[in-house]
């Protein structure tokens, strides 16, 4: 039943992402008078389709890679040099416009997912979101062995100073196997460490054992365990565990392993009411190896609010732009080998996470929606041949050339490109796959 949901929420995610973008080139190339000959969804055999005006638009089979907009003289070979409305016959400004409104679609798409929602349900940014406090450091991990311990304030990773959390991530992520120059601020000292994150060998990115420091609450209740039991509830404020305070999310399963079976006390808020819980945990393997649990998914806690439209509209274009230089950053890291490739996820990830954030809520799945979405923008401006990225390169090569490419040049460019990425697909599902298997 969940692979069936995934699959159907994936349908929906990538049924509007081809929507909007197949929109864009559509419309632009309507604006400027070109004729388009198909508009389809997906790639390969036709299903089923109909026709309106002049164009025939279609489903077919391989769906998931995206879908296209034909318009009449737009491949190399194609015998239009007589037809006014051709694409090949258009000043080559109204061609990069067409090439570039499917990705400025999505763009908008994002900004507006991100818009709508801030209006109505923004999360506040929390103290410990604007500063790097580190809230626990687990034992033999990379940050312990450099010297790094809860409580430190981190005031410069690399070459990023007064960082975010956010910043802090992105650092460890992205610098698998290599030492990383970290400097904290310590009873008032500034010290300097050497982190070197390890790399995830599944997952593909560096991990160095740290968590910021943040107010922790009841997450997931796992149902007919012990923490739901003995009363604890979704969004209880935890304070301490075993009279350790609880200022991160690995501390309360740290506590509970450590405690070997013995019953484990917790002081917790709700509703403003301080109350503590004995738990008496028992040992499981309902998510991995068999562990102690007492059935909590601890989470940082997030406080909502509604933006303005003016606010959410600016909010939005500053998360997305940061979205889009991360993107760029994790391309780059992988380019470099500081990241593995293995990070990419294919469509049976982007299936798992789209069921996922559906049974979470709206508010998840749009979020997501956005992510998606502006991914595919960045992804499509990449200049690799048969993507948007690659058509706009050629263009601005035959702008500086003012003349038009050969087309045994044209056709050899989009031959690679096609080769390159049924490459990366298959890479990318397999990559998957192995993935989703449990580990061996």
């Known amino acids: 039943m969940v692979v069936v949901q995934n699959v159907w929420w994936l349908l929906v995610l990538i049924g509007v992402m081809i929507l909007v973008h197949e929109l864009g080139h559509y419309w632009a190339a309507r604006f400027f008078d070109v004729h388009v000959e198909t508009f389809s969804f ?20 391989i769906f998931f890679l995206g ?28 061609r990069l416009g067409i090439a570039f409104a499917g990705p400025a679609m999505n763009i908008v798409l994002a900004v507006a997912l991100l818009t709508g929602l801030f209006m109505v349900k923004y999360p506040r940014p929390m103290e410990s979101d604007l500063s790097a406090t ?73 991990f160095a ?30 304070l301490s565990v075993n009279g350790e305070p609880i200022r991160s999310q690995y ?14 006390e917790i002081d917790y808020i709700r509703d403003g009411v301080r109350s503590k819980a004995i738990i008496q945990p028992i040992k499981s393997d309902i998510d991995g190896p068999e562990r102690w649990m007492i059935g909590v998914g601890p989470e940082q806690r997030i406080e909502f609010t509604a933006l303005p439209f003016t606010e959410a509209l600016a909010e939005s274009t500053r998360q997305n732009a940061r979205g889009a230089t991360l993107i760029y950053q994790f391309l780059r890291g992988i380019i470099e080998r500081r990241l593995s490739a293995k990070s990419i996820d294919g469509p049976i990830r ?36 048969i993507l948007d990225g690659g058509v706009i390169v050629m263009l601005l090569v035959e702008m500086i050339m003012r003349r038009d490419l050969s ?7 989009l031959k690679l490109g096609f080769v390159f990425l049924m490459g990366i697909m298959v890479f990318v599902l397999y990559n998957d796959i192995v993935k989703v298997l449990p580990p061996g």
């Open 42 to 61: 997906g790639f390969g055999p036709r299903l089923f389709g109909f026709r309106k005006g002049e164009t025939e638009f279609r489903f077919s089979a």
């Open 67 to 94: 879908g296209y907009v034909k318009m009449a003289g737009e491949q190399p070979g194609e015998d239009a040099t007589k037809d006014p409305r051709s694409f090949v016959n258009k000043p080559r400004w109204q």
């Open 134 to 206: 580190v809230g626990h450091v687990l034992p033999d991990s990379a940050a312990a062995k450099a010297g790094v311990k809860s409580g430190d304030k981190i005031v410069q990773i690399g070459s990023v100073a007064n960082p975010t959390w956010q910043d802090v991530l992105v650092a460890e992520a992205s610098n698998a196997n290599r030492p990383l120059p970290v400097v904290v601020q310590r009873n008032g000292k500034r010290m300097a460490f050497t982190v070197t994150p390890v790399l995830i060998e599944r997952a593909g990115i560096g």
């Open 209 to 238: 054992g740290w968590a910021e420091q943040a107010d922790i609450q009841v997450g997931d209740l796992s149902p007919g365990l012990p923490a739901e039991k003995a009363g604890l509830r979704r969004g209880d404020l935890l």
């Open 251 to 264: 501390k309360l399963r740290e506590v509970v392993q450590a405690c070997k079976g013995q019953p484990v």
């Open 350 to 385: 982007i299936a798992q996470l789209s069921g996922e954030a559906a049974r979470q809520g709206a508010y998840s799945f749009i979020m997501l929606m956005a992510a998606v979405s502006l991914n595919l923008a960045v992804v499509n401006l990449l200049p690799i041949p």
């Open 407 to 413: 087309l045994s040049v044209k056709e050899a460019v």
